[in-house]
């Protein structure tokens, strides 16, 4: 592995312009974003993604992976910077560090560009804002098949660091689009997609209705739900909707966003089961 000058500050500017990228203002203003993790890593430059530069912490352990993976990242001409452990660990992400953290150039394009199978399913997940929950949703859509995502509705970003981590680098493969809920309605519109929904009255079990083919399967947030627009374009006959629900047998009212879409995901990996 080639050496590399060493940054020992984290004062320098190159640290503090890479760690600003966790902020949602500083990744929409370069379309850049920060990918921790070796997995993650590795699976943005198998997905093609750019990866202008990468930080390495030269007082992390030894690692034979790592090490591959930056004489990688070299060969398609990333930039490596040497840290000390203080400046690394301002890049990084808390404690979870593996002594590497990429800057990708990555932002979830718009439905123009969203190209899927006609025949399978896809999310669409309305203001899930919380990044843990929207990278667990894009990890389980991946594991069953689903055939994309839409992420609509204010503050939802896949490209958030923390999204990313906890999409285990999925959401880099994964068909994925952010547009606003009036435009994922239409798209489901022009798409002739039937809309499941999910919500705490839905009017059949999660089970009962067809969630395989050409499927939306719509899920809110958890603090507010899902927004009257899905409703109000059902009535206007933009789109055909059905409502499910999961039962709740204990205190709780709801489960988590994430939790119920790994229910409906593999529902419709059952169903499309030989």
Excluded at 120 to 134: A, D, M, S
Excluded at 149 to 155: E, R
């Amino acid at each position: 592995m080639t050496r590399h000058d060493m940054i020992t500050s984290p004062a320098n500017p190159r640290v503090r312009d890479a760690a600003r990228l966790r902020e949602a203002d500083a990744r929409r203003a370069t379309g850049l974003t920060l990918v921790d993790g070796l997995r993650e890593i590795d699976r943005a430059v198998a997905s093609g993604v750019e990866v202008p530069e990468a930080f390495l912490d030269v007082e992390a352990p030894a690692d034979v992976a790592r090490d591959d993976l930056v004489r990688r990242l070299e060969a398609r001409g990333t930039h490596i910077i040497a840290l000390a452990r203080r400046p690394f660990e301002k890049v990084a992400f808390g404690s979870r560090n593996e002594g590497l953290v990429a800057v990708a150039r990555f932002q979830a394009g718009g439905l123009d560009g969203f190209t899927i199978a006609a025949d399978r399913p896809v999310f669409v997940v309305e203001g899930v804002e919380k990044p843990g929950n929207l990278g667990a949703i894009l990890r389980t859509c991946d594991a069953a098949g689903i055939a994309g995502v839409i992420a609509c509705g204010g503050g939802t970003d896949p490209a958030n660091p923390a999204a990313i981590r906890a999409s285990l680098g999925t959401v880099f493969a994964l068909p994925l689009a952010v547009a606003s809920t009036a435009e994922a309605i239409a798209w489901c519109g022009r798409d002739r997609r039937r809309v499941v929904a999910a919500l705490p009255r839905g009017t059949r079990l999660w089970h009962e209705p067809r969630l395989t083919g050409a499927t939306a399967i719509v899920l809110g947030s958890e603090a507010t739900g899902l927004s009257d627009d899905w409703q109000r374009a059902a009535d206007a006959g933009t789109i055909v909707l059905e409502t499910v629900r999961l039962p709740m047998r204990g205190i709780a009212d709801s489960l988590n966003v994430s939790a119920t879409a790994a229910v409906l995901a593999y529902e419709s990996l059952r169903q499309s089961a030989p």
